[in-house]
């Protein structure tokens, strides 16, 4: 079993940035996949953006040019850069690792909301 810890969420302006971690608490090494997936109210949970081992990034279109996907094996820990953020971004963020197949393992998320 393993867990899995975000934090830096919070309040920002729009425009800000805010960087997102997730931390595991057992190695990440073997997850192939690993991904930031958003639910904003009444909404449903997306995929924002993913990760694979062999280091092959995905993002949703809305969050392209803006976000970065990083993962630190050593650390055991996945990050979202977030930048340019816009008051749609706003939602609660979960990380989740797993394979290509799906995600096995997920967090409790951290809310981002971007308002001025």
């Known amino acids: 079993q393993v867990q899995l810890v975000e934090s830096g969420g919070g309040l920002v302006q729009p425009g800000g940035s805010l960087r997102l971690s997730c931390a595991a608490s057992?190695?990440?090494?073997?997850?192939?996949?690993m991904g930031w997936f958003r639910q904003a109210p009444g909404k449903q949970r997306d995929l924002v953006a993913g990760?694979?081992?062999?280091?092959?990034?995905n993002f949703v279109d809305s969050v392209k040019g803006r976000f970065t996907i990083t993962r630190d094996n050593a650390k055991n820990t996945m990050y979202l850069q977030m930048n340019s953020l816009k008051p749609e971004d706003t939602a609660v963020y979960y990380c989740?690792?797993?394979?290509?197949?799906?995600?096995?393992?997920w967090g409790r998320g951290t809310l981002v909301t971007v308002s001025s």
């Open positions: 057992k190695s990440i090494f073997s997850f192939n996949a």
């Open positions: 990760i694979t081992s062999s280091g092959d990034l």
């Open positions: 989740a690792a797993g394979t290509s197949e799906g995600m096995d393992y």
